[in-house]
């Protein structure tokens, strides 16, 4: 189910034309392989040989860690190798697109689920298990932990891809949007008196209020905005909810494109079927026809998608040219940081202090995405239990292994008084 607003490419890498989509099967000459086949097409120039066949690895060929000569690089880029220590940044990053060789790792890297630690007084309490992936915008793993194919609903995970269609529609454009409306479509925000306002404002652009949202309405995530509206006796509306903001760029799509309000969360209501779906389609490289969705808790469908395409498609996001729908998108979460999430939220704080123009996204049940676009690299999570409490922790402990995070550190456990008790860490 392919659609040409939606442009995408295989996981091979061969760009498709607009309208040509994809299938289970892949695009034909590149039929669409599991995680677990690292390497999904040849490098040019290896004279018909599969790279694949090859056991070679940076540290393998020079032994030097960290630094090998102009000689060896130049033979590992013609062999379609990645050097190891240039993925972790000791060589300077390049500019990576789906068609560059020196992307292409021969050898990937697989281990046991990370797990995250939950200790009290020198104790571990308890244990919490993740899958992980690293993906190139290419479609190949570069690093996987436990199951990289794991099938999951990622949640708001996919809130950036849900947006593109906002951009690529005209809607956008159309209505004046800045990086800040575009961040809070992105967004799970806190329910702060600055996320409110700036939803109900955009609202009232688009001639709509927060009675036509219909994700439902809860008390603020933020615990001091929960507890000032319960003193002003006040009701959350729609407009509390965390989704509020995707929900608004849906209702600014639907203005658009002339299609009503009423019943948008439906799979069959033109937004879904015509935009929103097909989106997640052609950036993840799946075909959802034959499957059936469940319902996010905003009451939109949500599609299992393996942990290696959703990795890939945000590699995909975060290897846009400049001014296309996901640069701009990224860039503005980028910008507002405390719009994609607020006080005391790992994404903000990912998202501010990760570099490399790192950028994440949290979503339900222990699921995290993010794009590193300077390394062209993609990052997909999935906590086994569903703890939140151990993906945010995961995704910081990835991104500093990519050399990312200027400095990672354990979260706290804190007692009713405010104690530090234990921590939470990425066990090593």
């Not at 925000?189 to 927060?210: D, F, I, K, M, Q």
């Not at 040219?321 to 990912?350: D, K, N, W």
């Not at 676009?373 to 151990?390: E, M, T």
């Amino acid at each position: 189910m392919g659609c040409g607003r939606y442009p995408g490419l295989c996981l091979s890498g061969r760009p498709q034309g607009p309208g040509e989509g994809h299938s289970g099967s892949g695009c034909g000459s590149h039929p669409l392989r599991s995680a677990s086949e690292a390497v999904l097409d040849r490098a040019p120039g290896d004279g018909g040989r599969d790279p694949r066949a090859a056991p070679w690895a940076c540290s393998q060929v020079c032994g030097v860690p960290g630094r090998c000569s102009d000689r060896l690089r130049r033979a590992c880029s013609a062999a379609g190798l990645l050097c190891d220590y240039r993925l972790q940044n000791h060589h300077p990053a390049e500019r990576r697109d789906s068609g560059s060789a020196r992307r292409r790792r021969l050898v990937t890297r697989s281990h046991e689920p990370i797990r995250v630690e939950v200790t009290r007084g020198g104790v571990v309490e308890s244990v919490h298990d993740l899958d992980a992936v690293v993906v190139s915008s290419g479609g190949t793993v570069v690093d996987s932990w436990g199951d990289p194919d794991r099938a999951v609903l990622p949640r708001s995970s996919t809130k950036p891809i849900q947006a593109v269609p906002l951009v690529v529609t005209g809607a956008a454009d159309a209505f004046d949007l800045t990086d800040r409306e575009l961040a809070l479509a992105c967004s799970s925000h806190n329910a702060e008196p600055a996320h409110v306002s700036a939803v109900v404002r955009w609202l009232e652009l688009v001639g709509a209020t927060p009675a036509d949202l219909e994700c439902g309405a809860y008390p603020p995530l933020h615990e001091p905005a929960a507890v000032d509206l319960a003193r002003s006796g006040a009701e959350p509306d729609a407009s509390y909810n965390n989704c509020s903001g995707k929900h608004a760029g849906f209702l600014t799509v639907c203005r658009h494109e002339g299609v009503p309000f009423s019943g948008y969360l439906e799979s069959s209501h033109p937004l879904q079927r015509d935009h929103i779906t097909p989106a997640l389609e052609e950036w993840c490289g799946i075909d959802l026809s034959d499957h059936v969705p469940g319902v996010d808790g905003c009451g939109i469908p949500v599609w299992e998608v393996p942990l290696a395409r959703l990795a890939h498609g945000w590699a995909r996001l975060g290897s846009g040219p400049a001014g296309s729908a996901e640069h701009r998108l990224l860039s503005a979460m980028r910008s507002e940081p405390f719009l994609v999430a607020g006080t005391g939220r790992a994404c903000t704080r990912l998202i501010a202090e990760s570099t490399g123009g790192s950028v994440v996204k949290t979503g339900a049940e222990g699921v995290y995405c993010g794009t590193v676009p300077d390394d062209g690299l993609g990052i997909a999570l999935k906590a086994r239990d569903g703890a939140g409490r151990a993906s945010g922790m995961a995704m910081e402990w990835i991104l500093g292994t990519l050399g990312r995070m200027n400095e990672g550190h354990d979260d706290p456990v804190r007692n009713v008084a405010g104690t530090v008790v234990g921590t939470i860490r990425v066990a090593t």
